[in-house]
């Protein structure tokens, strides 16, 4: 397939935010084309348990959910680093997939909907002119109507743009790294157990093919106090709770090595930067803690595909456009990213999150009220 001078919407970015914004706008009759840095199919850095509040949306979208059997996530376990833990029904509930077998189908998908995709492309750079996005890639050059940047965490264009979080001094907020393996263990099918130890946190969760999801947070700083090995930081400081020794002992791991990203960012986040909408972790990122970053994205393609859509079909100007997006997301993120910043300065010491969790394991309905804060409802 060759590159064209001339779209509709043009995607940056094919992780679930920009496949499902793709598939949407292929879907309603818009000529679309998606660029992909990676070469699907492809493992990332995620906790890999999505909302229910997201199924039906993933199943408009093509994708057969009921058929593949996948874990039902009904459970959560908090650990403190001496072991002491809380246990807790999820009121919504979700399920376990990996980013590698849901991203894949989600781009057969989109190019079965008539998406132009091209993977192991690098977009350089956007700039707006004469009421269109121009778009820059190693392949070529087009431009489009309406861009969507959905590039993850941090990219080559958060910095080129200089996006303001990308200038702010390290500090609590913007300074970690993520590790994630699949492994096999014996594990619950229905639960989602958070770990903390100090420095970070540990998620593990079931996905498919009875394989676990394994994905843990930690600062730059605990990396560098063990020599920036990752096996030495998690001999030294995971498997001091409990809960991480078993597992990091006994687990079967599936890969050489793990997959990693460095400087993420939990500082606020603009949804517009030249003119681009930007969709999932580029718009914002919620803390793994809380466990719905994927939620968000899915949600966030669709608040931001109903304005691009009034927007081609001449109901609203780019402004307004623009303008509801943004207050769309804020609506809907807003309130989630506040609560999981508080949430998150809670965890990361060991005094603070023993504390903590002494004091409010009695108070059942507390733990669900904070879980209600960061999910939303089925859309």
């Known amino acids: 397939m060759e590159l064209e001078n001339r ?24 000529k679309v084309v998606l660029f992909e840095r990676e070469t699907y199919p492809f493992h990332k850095v995620c906790g890999e348990y ?44 979700g399920f376990g997939i990996s980013r590698y077998r849901i991203d894949d189908a989600l781009s057969q998908i989109a190019i079965k909907a008539g998406v132009h995709l091209f993977d192991d492309t690098k977009v350089l750079n956007v700039m707006y002119r004469n009421n269109s996005c121009l778009v820059f890639t190693n392949k070529g050059e087009t431009e489009a109507l309406v861009a969507a940047g959905t ?26 790294v993520g590790v994630k393996y699949h492994v096999r263990i014996p594990y619950p099918p229905d639960q989602i157990a958070l ?63 793990p997959v990693t990203i460095s400087r993420i960012s939990f500082n606020k986040k603009s949804q517009i930067e030249q003119h681009v909408l930007l969709i999932g972790d580029a718009a914002g990122m919620i803390t793994p803690l809380c466990g719905n970053g994927m939620s968000m994205a899915l949600h966030g393609s669709k ?7 009034d927007f081609l079909r001449g109901r609203i100007n780019r402004f307004e456009m623009e303008q509801q997006y943004t207050q769309q997301w804020e609506k809907h993120f807003g309130k989630r990213l506040i609560t999981g910043r508080i949430i998150q300065r809670f965890f990361g010491s060991a005094t603070l999150t023993n504390g903590l969790l002494a004091a409010v394991k009695p108070f059942p309905r507390f733990i669900n009220w904070l879980i209600s804060l960061t999910h939303g409802q089925p859309y």
């Open 50 to 93: 999505i909302s229910h509040e997201n199924w039906n949306f993933l199943q408009e979208l093509g994708l057969p959910l009921s058929d593949w059997h996948l874990p039902n996530i009904s459970k959560l376990l908090i650990s403190a680093p001496n072991g002491k833990h809380i246990e807790q029904d999820l009121p919504l509930g």
């Open 303 to 309: 608040l931001a595909f109903e304005q691009a859509n």
């Open 151 to 176: 590039f993850g965490k941090r990219s080559n264009l958060d910095v080129k743009w200089k996006r303001n979080f990308t200038r702010i001094k390290p500090n609590k907020l913007n300074h970690y």
């Open 7 to 30: 779209y509709d919407i043009a995607v940056i970015g094919g992780g679930l935010a920009g496949l499902a914004f793709a598939i949407q706008g292929a879907h309603a009759g818009y």
């Open 195 to 257: 770990h903390n130890f100090e420095g970070g946190y540990c998620g593990i969760s079931r996905i498919e093919d009875n394989k676990c999801c394994l994905c843990y947070l930690t600062t730059a700083y605990h990396l560098r106090r063990n020599k920036n090995d990752i096996h030495e930081l998690e001999k030294n400081i995971l498997m001091q709770n409990p809960f991480l020794k078993t597992i990091f002992s006994e687990a079967e791991f599936l890969y050489k090595e």
